[in-house]
């Protein structure tokens, strides 16, 4: 999950009551009808087949999972709307309660297998002593009892959700304070609500300790700071946050049912966990830790409960595929070092009597958790050598990703599905940890841009109208793939085409409804959206992040500052600026020559162009949007030294990230 790409507001779009929670999937049902409410085209006959294809490779009649996700209910609330901040709905289940019975042809019946699985929420008994409340958020919070209090495990998204979740727990559980909180890993939807679960739970924060792998703080504050715009904006596609909740929008997110909305905070740690191995007694509990760093999150770690004989994977495993790059965009990670801490965790904790992991449901017997993390690590191992064995023969990532397949052992069960992640842009990802961007075919040393080689095509195909019956009789032959490279050609030409626009939205839906992954899915579907309406009109709200991003080192907002310099306005200037934080005690020196922005922690520089004084809140106020630097500039608000036409002119040079830019359209 992004850090601080909270997703914007939705409304329900539909109302049913609350689905039985083993409903199983049955056959697919015939084509919907051709247009619904919001405007999406109907699953053509070839996209029905393809579904219907998909359904007889499932093994239907295997009901564990529906079992282990239902097993130790102890409640679930007849309804549950959770408000988010200014009126905004933070979650509610409901929106998916048309998620029963059969998959209709718009969806891939394995995604709505799995969409089924995700609804199934409430407050649940994993083993004596542990205790998870999911289905209120993207992913779990898990309760332990202590001694004295409850260690609350990965406190959801947001501040509302958690307090949500606590409270819930609470009317079913004793009702002690929270003892300590653990952030299993660096990623908001397991530590974005801790204040509102300490809150709930009528904690003084003074007296709880916290839990992190070491680094937590700064991943968690650093990872979407310089990507963080652009992030942000995929995110929209990957999550379908945009997509109403229906059977031709978004059904799930694969990892559970999508992310919610609302008030982001953190804490800093008190303690730190850096090696595998090291033991804790946290409120009388004993906890063993392993470091897996570096797998799906930089900071992360995994524990076993010997008490308990209970293993948490956190998300170094969960019931599906993951992604070794992420498709809002991120670092690429190591499908080697994942493959190896999960054989590690098998190997360490083998004694475990019930696996419980930060999301999805668990699963109890040894033997049935040995073969769980046997398939999930074998699983990547083999995507990373493979790939390696392909690249070696000299194929490119498109054609890796065309070829590879899991060998018949790895594709038995469900638990491994590329609901998540996928088998392809895995395969990508791999190759692109090795060998880059650049596939060593010189054609694509230096492309045109898009828009002048689309208009290149465009013409050598004989003009719009040809692309376009080109386009129509491939779509017609239920050539997809095909449909979308002709038609995205057509519409970066020509983006006022309405025809074209037309067409690729609904080729574009068809690709979406047979994914069997959901960001493909909401990635798919959002495209189609956006050329039939437009890009949304406004981005996430930074303000809602301001609990999280106040802890964030002074230097990442520099950083940013550096990457929003822009150079050609800056071509000739050299100045410098000391930027005081009066509250902190702490001065950084910004140096601006050769349009390059630097900066470093030290003493002021005499002779500076200017030296700026502020608060360390003011200055989250102007980070955030909360307060306007051209009004406060001029004003006593902060103090200037030097020159206020030398500080003005810096930051004219500062370019304003466009948070919601075009993506289906130039």
């Known amino acids: ?35 619904d409410a919001f405007g999406s085209s109907a699953a053509t006959e070839t996209t029905a087949n393809i579904n219907r294809q998909v359904l007889k490779t499932l093994q239907l009649t295997d009901n564990a999972d529906f079992d282990d996700a239902s097993r130790g209910l102890i409640a679930r609330p007849d309804a549950l709307t959770i408000e988010g901040p200014n009126g905004s709905i933070a979650w509610q289940p409901a929106s998916y309660d048309f998620i029963q019975g059969d998959a209709p042809a718009s969806v891939n019946p394995s995604l709505w297998r799995q969409a089924q699985l995700n609804n199934i929420h409430g407050l649940f008994k994993v083993t004596d002593g542990v205790y998870q409340v999911r289905g209120f958020d993207l992913a779990n919070l898990t309760l332990i009892d202590g001694e004295h209090g409850w260690i609350v495990v990965d406190p959801l998204t947001n501040n509302q959700t958690a307090a949500a979740a606590i409270n819930f727990a609470f009317e ?37 300790r916290v839990i992190a792998p070491l680094g937590f703080l700064e991943e968690a504050t650093s990872e979407n700071m310089l ?34 909305y609302g008030n982001i905070s953190i804490l800093p740690p008190t303690e730190s966990i850096d090696h595998t191995g090291q033991t804790l ?5 004993e906890f063993v830790f392993q470091n897996v760093s570096g797998s799906e ?28 790059y992420t498709l809002r965009g991120a670092k690429v990670r190591d499908a080697l070092a994942w493959s190896g801490f999960i054989d590690e965790a098998k190997n360490m904790f083998s004694a475990a009597d019930v696996y419980f992991a930060s999301h999805h449901w668990p699963i109890w017997g040894s033997q049935r958790i040995a073969s769980f993390l046997e398939i999930q690590r074998d699983t990547y191992k083999y995507i990373h050598d493979q ?17 590879i ?35 060593g075919n010189p054609a694509n040393l230096d492309p045109l841009p898009p828009e002048q080689a689309a208009q290149h095509y465009v013409a050598a195909m004989g003009g719009a109208e040809q692309v376009l019956a080109l386009a129509q009789s491939a779509f017609d032959s239920g050539e997809y793939r095909w449909t979308a490279t002709l038609l995205n050609h057509l519409v970066f030409a020509q983006p006022a085409n309405s025809d074209a626009k037309a067409l690729l939205a609904r080729n574009y839906e068809q690709l979406g409804y047979q994914a069997e992954s959901a960001p493909w899915r909401d990635i798919y579907l959002t495209g189609a959206k956006e050329l039939r309406q437009g890009k949304p009109k406004s981005a996430a709200e930074l303000a809602l992040g301001r609990d999280m991003v106040k802890f964030a080192a002074r230097s990442n907002f520099f950083d940013v500052m550096a990457a929003q310099l822009n150079a050609e306005k800056a071509e000739g200037m050299a100045m410098t600026i000391n930027f005081h934080f009066t509250d902190l005690n702490e001065n950084h020196v910004l140096t601006l020559k050769n349009s390059v922005l630097h900066h470093t922690q030290a003493a002021a520089v005499e002779n500076a162009n200017a030296t700026l004084k502020i608060s360390h809140e003011l200055f989250l106020d102007l980070v955030l949007g909360n307060a306007s630097l051209k009004k406060l500039i001029f004003s006593d608000q902060l103090s200037i030294e030097g020159s206020k036409i030398d500080l003005a002119r810096f930051f004219a040079l500062q370019d304003k990230p466009q948070g919601v830019f075009e993506i289906v359209r130039p």
């Open 297 to 324: 999150a930089p900071a992360e770690f995994t524990f076993y409960l010997p008490a308990h004989k209970a293993f948490c994977g956190a998300e170094l495993v969960s019931r599906n595929m993951h992604n070794l």
């Open 1 to 35: 999950m992004p850090i601080i790409a909270v997703t914007k507001k939705y409304m329900p779009v539909l109302a049913f009551s609350l689905l039985a929670a083993c409903d199983r999937p049955a056959p697919i049902t015939a084509a919907d009808a051709n247009t």
């Open 172 to 208: 079913h559980l004793p009702r002690k304070p929270i003892s300590a909180i653990l952030f299993t890993h660096s990623h908001i939807d397991h530590f974005g609500g801790v204040l509102g679960a300490l809150d709930a739970g009528q904690t003084d924060i003074a007296k709880v």
């Open 227 to 260: 990507a963080g715009p652009t992030m942000m904006r995929r995110s929209d596609y990957m999550y379908g946050s945009t997509l109403p909740r229906s059977e031709r929008g978004h059904v799930d997110s694969g990892l559970g049912k999508g992310p919610s």
């Open 405 to 439: 397949k899991l060998p018949a052992a790895l594709q038995e069960g469900f638990s491994n599905r590329g609901y998540y992640g996928s088998l392809r842009h895995n395969a990508r990802a791999v190759y692109q940890r090795y060998f880059g961007w650049y596939d």
């Open 387 to 403: 790939t390696l064995r392909l690249a070696y023969k000299g194929y490119t990532p498109s054609e890796i990703a065309e070829q």
């Open 281 to 285: 007694t946290i409120d009388g509990v």
